[in-house]
């Protein structure tokens, strides 16, 4: 059965995808007590990185967002994949996005935005939560973005 946070995220015309499997030595989520938390996930389908390189240079600032929302994607897989269903998230507590800038780009807050927005539209008032949005110089397998999300859950 279609959770009711699927079913939001369908109306704004995305999909859950399968979880994509680590790139490393390391679990791609974890849940500690009511936190669920993801590794970075980065903007790939299946195994293909979607999004590549710098913005500011070789992205601008909306494909940036639509990488954040990607990961965002990825990240709500995770999360799935731990606890079952999205309707058990409670709520979004943490956004931590980390976007590969050129020299001089400074709408790092823009990029993660993409993502930011798919959570509200996702769970609402609920999916509302602190973040934090970095300028990295390199990111894992040239990845345009690279993000974190911390989940309550409940029972």
């Known amino acids: 059965m279609?959770?009711?946070?699927?079913?939001?995220?369908?109306?704004?015309?995305?999909?859950?995808?399968?979880?994509?499997?680590?790139?490393?030595?390391?679990?791609?989520?974890?849940?500690?007590?009511?936190?669920?938390?993801?590794?970075?996930?980065?903007?790939?389908?299946?195994?293909?990185?979607?999004?590549?390189?710098?913005?500011?240079?070789?992205?601008?600032?909306?494909?940036?967002?639509?990488?954040?929302?990607?990961?965002?994607?990825?990240?709500?897989?995770?999360?799935?994949?731990?606890?079952?269903?999205?309707?058990?998230v409670t709520r979004i507590v943490r956004v931590e996005g980390y976007v590969q800038s050129a020299e001089g780009f400074t709408k790092q807050p823009a990029v993660i935005n993409g993502a930011s927005e798919l959570l509200v539209q996702a769970f609402g008032e609920a999916g509302k939560h602190t973040r934090i949005a970095v300028g990295a110089n390199e990111l894992p397998i040239n990845a345009a973005v690279e993000l974190v999300v911390w989940a309550e859950v409940g029972d």
């Open 2 to 88: 279609t959770s009711t946070v699927e079913q939001r995220l369908k109306q704004h015309g995305h999909d859950v995808p399968v979880p994509p499997e680590a790139i490393g030595f390391y679990v791609p989520v974890l849940r500690t007590g009511n936190l669920v938390i993801t590794s970075g996930q980065l903007p790939v389908i299946g195994k293909e990185l979607m999004f590549k390189g710098k913005l500011g240079r070789e992205l601008h600032e909306e494909e940036g967002a639509n990488a954040a929302r990607l990961c965002a994607l990825n990240a709500l897989a995770q999360i799935k994949s731990c606890i079952g269903n999205l309707d058990r």
